[in-house]
């Protein structure tokens, strides 16, 4: 297949001061491209109507503008809205708007296909296909804020939205694509979102875990944790089950604390599986006194795999057992059930036709 053009959304906000990109042209011109870029989130080059067009042609030669295509969008009864995007390879990824009380939610890919082989998870079930450049992560970005433009939330007046790179992949495993998206988010002339709306959503690998602390991007983390043993986590993670519980939560902690913002740990809840006591204790005693918060998120069930959410009072039970002992706990109930929202549901029906 033909090689695509480079993206331009993939450029950091410095970038657009190179004089390669300017080609003559004053750097005001710079500042300009990089607004209709990312602070405009523009779609198209027509869109830049302050480009002298010669310039705006000879870009559009050399730069591709956008990666993605909408291939599907669905609402759910809840608000959920789901997106399906083609890029230029073919290939698909999900992205989520999740309406929340006071702002929406957007749940960004960052691979195609992921190569942690976790048992309960969708995404999972094709393996990593490939990373995602930063302006595909981007551009995810814009084109939900546009949908929410277009058709805000009810209730809402405002168009405020928070990241969570929790979609499909593990951000970790392409850590230098996300560290230029989350530059890009949070930079005054990019996005200018605040680091506090930004959280990246993470199995924990160590190497992964150890260039976040190293980078200390300032953003939130969530470690995806499930089990509090290690046999019991390499069973049901095994490609993040290599870096042991102990070793994870601490390198979370460390990450939290230079921070000064607490982690969450994620605990996927399934029947059978991740729902005694026991493990809710052993859990316990992994957290108590650190700086974490617990999300209980029920399995979205996939249906062909056996696993399901616990009843309601296994859920309870569990959450009790946190919260006794001392651990702030929370049940999440995923969104957009009726749309084959979980991570990779959506992209995997459609490849199953
Ligand atoms: N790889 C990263 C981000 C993608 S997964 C991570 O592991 O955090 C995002 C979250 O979705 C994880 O907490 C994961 O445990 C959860 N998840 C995946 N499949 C799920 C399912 N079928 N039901 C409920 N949660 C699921």
């Known amino acids: 297949m033909e090689q695509p053009k480079p993206l331009l959304r993939s450029l950091v906000p410095v970038a657009f001061a190179d004089p390669e990109l300017l080609a003559g042209e004053p750097a005001y011109r710079g500042d300009q491209l990089r607004d ?117 939330l009810p209730e809402q007046g405002g168009r405020a939205f928070n990241v969570v790179f929790m979609g499909m992949g593990e951000p970790l495993d392409n850590w230098d694509a996300v560290a230029a998206s989350v530059e890009i988010m949070t930079h005054p002339l990019g996005l200018a979102m605040s680091r506090r709306r930004v959280q990246i959503s993470t199995s924990g690998p160590r190497e992964g875990l150890e260039k976040l602390i190293a980078a200390a991007p300032g953003v939130g983390l969530t470690l995806s944790l499930g089990a509090a043993d290690d046999a019991a986590r390499r069973r049901l993670m095994p490609v993040p089950g290599r870096t042991t519980v102990a070793e994870a939560v601490a390198l979370a902690e460390r990450y939290a604390r230079d921070t000064g913002r607490r982690a969450t740990v994620a605990w996927v809840l399934i029947a059978g599986s991740t729902d005694d006591t026991e493990q809710a204790r052993r859990l316990a005693s992994q957290l108590a006194g650190r700086p974490f918060k617990v999300n209980l998120i029920p399995l979205n069930e996939l249906r062909d795999d056996g696993l399901a959410p616990p009843a309601e009072a296994r859920i309870l039970a569990f959450q009790k057992v946190l919260t006794d002992a001392g651990i702030d706990a929370f049940i999440r109930l995923s969104g957009g059930r009726d749309i084959d929202a979980a991570c990779g549901q959506l992209r995997r029906r459609r490849a199953d036709g």
């Not at 749940?107 to 296909?129: D, E, H, I, K, N």
């Open 36 to 152: 209709w870029v990312h602070a405009k989130g523009a779609l198209a080059w027509e869109r830049m109507s302050n480009l002298p067009a010669a310039w705006r042609q000879r870009l559009a030669a050399a730069w591709d503008l956008t990666a993605l295509a909408s291939v599907a969008r669905q609402v759910s009864t809840d608000g959920t809205r789901k997106f399906l995007f083609r890029l230029r390879d073919g290939d698909t990824v999900e992205s989520v708007i999740i309406p929340m009380e006071n702002h929406a939610t957007f749940c960004l890919s960052t691979q195609v296909g992921c190569a942690m082989a976790c048992r309960f998870c969708a995404t999972a079930r094709g393996g990593l296909v490939r990373n995602l450049e930063a302006g595909e992560i981007i551009e995810q970005v814009h084109r939900l804020a546009a949908d929410l433009a277009a058709d805000p």
